[in-house]
């Protein structure tokens, strides 16, 4: 029996699993969800970055 991951949800923590983006392997926090895709920020020191990002290609961390 296949175990389910846990939902993706506002506020979670989440990593990139898409090859091809530039954001493979970046981990970020859940700022919104709409229908598919959610708002993700990722903080880098002085940068931060909100990118619509599929849920389909992000995993909780």
Same mark, same amino acid.
């Given at each position: ?15 990139? $699993? ?24 990722? $903080? ?18």
């Amino acid at each position: 029996m296949a175990t389910a991951s846990a939902p993706i949800l506002p506020g979670s923590t989440v990593t990139v $699993e898409d090859p091809r983006s530039i954001y493979n392997g970046y981990t970020g926090f859940v700022q919104r969800i709409s229908g598919d895709q959610a708002a993700v920020l990722f $903080e880098g020191g002085n940068w931060d970055k909100l990118v619509t990002m599929r849920l389909k290609d992000l995993k909780v961390s």
